[in-house]
């Protein structure tokens, strides 16, 4: 934790996931003790740092959602997400 309180005063955003609400699943896509490691930082960032918490969950296919943002996105070059306010 202390390498990310230089990034504090930056313009930067971190993202942290969790691909599976328990353990066990989660550990088997991400790697051993993810799950461990990850719910113990979030509450560690929360101290002087401006954050946001977004949670999501997918009920249907990947696919279904990304055929549903590609025409939104075609013919875009890449890096330009922020002009759209997707993030």
């Given at each position: ?29 991400r790697?051993p003790e ?5 719910i ?5 960032l ?8 977004l ?9 279904t959602?990304a ?16 002009t759209?306010?997707?993030?």
């Open positions: 934790m202390r390498e990310i309180e230089a990034l504090a005063c930056k313009p930067v955003a971190l993202q942290i996931s969790l691909d599976r609400p328990a353990p066990e699943p989660n550990d088997a896509m790697g993810n799950f461990t490691r990850i113990a930082a979030v509450p560690e929360g101290g002087g740092l401006d954050t946001d918490l949670v999501t969950g997918a009920v249907q296919p990947l696919a959602q055929e549903a943002l590609a025409p939104i996105v075609a013919g875009r070059p890449p890096g330009e997400d922020g759209l306010g997707i993030r």
